[in-house]
Protein backbone atom coordinates (compact mmCIF):
# COMPACT_ATOMS: atom_id res chain seq x y z
CA UNK A 1 0.00 0.00 0.00
CA UNK A 2 2.49 2.53 0.81
CA UNK A 3 4.80 1.32 -2.45
CA UNK A 4 1.60 2.76 -4.30
CA UNK A 5 1.18 5.96 -2.65
CA UNK A 6 4.56 6.62 -3.21
CA UNK A 7 4.00 6.15 -6.93
CA UNK A 8 1.08 8.04 -7.07
CA UNK A 9 2.69 10.70 -5.22
CA UNK A 10 5.59 10.67 -7.96
CA UNK A 11 3.41 10.85 -10.64
CA UNK A 12 1.63 13.95 -9.63
CA UNK A 13 4.63 16.37 -8.91
CA UNK A 14 6.33 15.02 -12.20
CA UNK A 15 2.74 15.61 -14.25
CA UNK A 16 3.93 16.76 -17.63
CA UNK A 17 2.77 20.57 -18.27
CA UNK A 18 3.96 23.56 -20.29
CA UNK A 19 6.21 25.96 -17.68
CA UNK A 20 5.25 29.22 -18.86
CA UNK A 21 7.78 30.67 -16.28
CA UNK A 22 10.58 29.44 -17.89
CA UNK A 23 9.12 30.12 -21.75
CA UNK A 24 10.78 31.04 -24.80
CA UNK A 25 8.09 30.51 -27.32
CA UNK A 26 5.40 28.05 -25.30
CA UNK A 27 7.27 26.76 -22.79
CA UNK A 28 7.25 22.77 -24.22
CA UNK A 29 10.78 22.71 -24.15
CA UNK A 30 10.74 23.89 -20.24
CA UNK A 31 7.81 21.63 -19.23
CA UNK A 32 9.73 18.91 -20.53
CA UNK A 33 13.05 19.65 -18.58
CA UNK A 34 11.14 19.86 -15.54
CA UNK A 35 9.18 16.67 -16.41
CA UNK A 36 12.37 14.56 -16.89
CA UNK A 37 14.93 16.58 -14.78
CA UNK A 38 17.04 17.54 -17.49
CA UNK A 39 18.80 21.04 -17.69
CA UNK A 40 16.54 23.35 -19.64
CA UNK A 41 19.11 24.73 -21.77
CA UNK A 42 20.43 20.64 -22.92
CA UNK A 43 16.39 20.24 -23.90
CA UNK A 44 16.38 23.43 -26.02
CA UNK A 45 19.44 22.58 -27.74
CA UNK A 46 17.97 18.85 -28.88
CA UNK A 47 15.36 20.60 -30.13
CA UNK A 48 17.10 22.92 -32.29
CA UNK A 49 18.99 20.07 -33.36
CA UNK A 50 16.00 17.72 -33.85
CA UNK A 51 15.05 20.61 -36.59
CA UNK A 52 17.68 20.25 -38.76
CA UNK A 53 17.15 16.58 -39.02
CA UNK A 54 13.61 15.47 -38.64
CA UNK A 55 11.86 19.18 -39.41
CA UNK A 56 8.72 18.37 -40.23
CA UNK A 57 8.32 15.78 -37.46
CA UNK A 58 9.61 17.97 -34.74
CA UNK A 59 7.75 21.44 -35.77
CA UNK A 60 4.24 18.64 -35.80
CA UNK A 61 5.52 17.12 -32.15
CA UNK A 62 6.28 21.05 -30.79
CA UNK A 63 3.10 22.03 -32.10
CA UNK A 64 0.55 19.28 -30.85
CA UNK A 65 2.49 19.39 -27.10
CA UNK A 66 1.95 23.27 -27.76
CA UNK A 67 -1.43 22.69 -28.09
CA UNK A 68 -2.43 19.75 -25.65
CA UNK A 69 -0.64 20.20 -22.73
CA UNK A 70 -1.72 22.30 -19.64
CA UNK A 71 0.13 25.45 -18.49
CA UNK A 72 1.64 25.14 -15.02
CA UNK A 73 3.51 27.03 -13.23
CA UNK A 74 7.22 25.55 -12.17
CA UNK A 75 7.40 27.75 -8.77
CA UNK A 76 4.45 29.79 -8.04
CA UNK A 77 6.54 31.78 -5.26
CA UNK A 78 9.30 32.92 -8.28
CA UNK A 79 6.46 33.58 -10.74
CA UNK A 80 4.81 35.86 -7.79
CA UNK A 81 8.59 37.51 -7.21
CA UNK A 82 9.21 38.04 -10.86
CA UNK A 83 6.19 39.82 -11.45
CA UNK A 84 6.43 42.56 -8.26
CA UNK A 85 9.98 42.85 -9.59
CA UNK A 86 8.91 44.19 -12.99
CA UNK A 87 5.66 45.93 -11.55
CA UNK A 88 8.14 48.09 -9.35
CA UNK A 89 10.97 48.48 -12.19
CA UNK A 90 7.86 50.01 -14.15
CA UNK A 91 9.13 53.81 -14.67
CA UNK A 92 5.61 55.26 -14.49
Known amino acids: MRSFKRISATMRRNRLAKDPSRAVLFGVCAGLARY ?18 FFGATLVVYGVLALVL ?22 W
Open 70 to 91: DSQYADREDVYVSRTFYRARAP
Open 36 to 53: TGLPVTFVRILTVLSLFF
